[in-house]
């Protein structure tokens, strides 16, 4: 439920010369952890040149802490679980999964464990299908990882989560209200290949993937040669960046544009759904 990982710098995601605003999202959210964030206060030290990043399984900790309390939030941590994580020496706590997902996820999941033999009560929805940036309710919302946040912070370290550019739930808002932000299919993908591509209402979109597997059948894939997707994912890390000291990207790779030409350009589908492909 935890991991202790040591980070080695920046990652550098893409040549210099990277071409569209989609690397710089993907790079802006990996080196974040590694810079001093404007909402962190300032007595907070200086992260070092390689610092060390406590991970914490988000679900599987308030879960655990559900059985023993009968309900349970963000709040429940303890605080001796941060003094010995201050007293190890950490720098940064990571969150795995803090935001809210969805029921076709969880059904997913639910339909996953129910084909090996375990039940409902084993199962748990990708923290990657993410249907709005807004902190799970079932780990107290926004206000909870806030209050959390500055527990943290009062012992010198800093909080990381997640950030997935490269696909939302296939039931988030955006897949029937602004389907123009996702890659686009056809009927006849769809029936050709199934694993790819969902309908969402009169809309055949793509599922979220990378160019050496089948879509992730809990994701819808975003657009990036669309220009209103940038405009709207940035908003979005915006907003992520600003409840947390540090981003950790999910997937980052699959939004530099060669990975994005090599997935999906040889498609003709990188171009917003009106036909006419975006500025880089």
């Keep these: 439920r935890t991991r202790c990982l040591r980070v080695q710098g920046a990652c550098h995601l893409c040549e210099s010369g990277m071409r569209s605003l989609t690397a710089l999202l ?5 080196i974040l952890p590694l810079v001093s964030s404007s909402a962190v206060t300032a007595a907070l030290p200086r992260l070092p040149r390689h610092p060390t990043v406590y991970e914490i399984n988000t679900r599987v900790v308030v879960n655990e802490l559900k059985q023993k309390l009968g309900k349970a939030s963000l709040d429940d941590i303890p605080d001796v679980t941060l003094d010995e994580l201050e007293r190890a020496g950490f720098d940064i706590v990571y969150l795995l999964g803090v935001w809210q997902t969805g029921k076709y996820g969880m059904d997913m999941a639910k339909r996953l464990c129910k084909a090996d033999g375990l039940t409902d009560a084993d199962a748990a929805c990708s923290p990657f299908s993410i249907t709005s940036y807004t902190v799970d309710k079932d780990f107290g919302g926004d206000a909870a990882l806030a209050r959390l946040r500055s527990r943290i912070n009062l012992r010198g370290m800093r909080l990381m989560v997640d950030f997935v550019p490269n696909h939302l ?3 988030h808002t955006w897949t029937a209200q602004k389907p123009h932000l996702f890659i686009q299919g056809t009927s006849d993908e769809l029936a050709r290949e199934p694993v790819n591509y969902f309908q969402s209402g009169s809309n055949v979109l793509a599922h979220g993937r990378d160019p050496y597997f089948d879509g ?4 819808a894939q975003l657009n990036y ?7 709207e994912m940035e908003g979005l890390l915006t ?3 600003a409840m947390a000291d540090g981003l950790r990207c999910d997937m980052a790779m699959l939004l ?3 990975i994005m030409e090599q997935t999906w350009g040889t498609t003709g589908k990188l171009a917003p759904a009106n036909g006419q492909r975006a500025a880089s």
């Design 26 to 30: 993907c790079l802006t959210a990996c």
């Design 169 to 171: 739930a296939v039931d």
């Design 216 to 219: 992730w059948e809990d994701t």
């Design 225 to 231: 040669a669309c220009a209103e997707t940038r405009k």
């Design 239 to 241: 907003k992520a960046s």
């Design 256 to 258: 530099c544009p060669e």
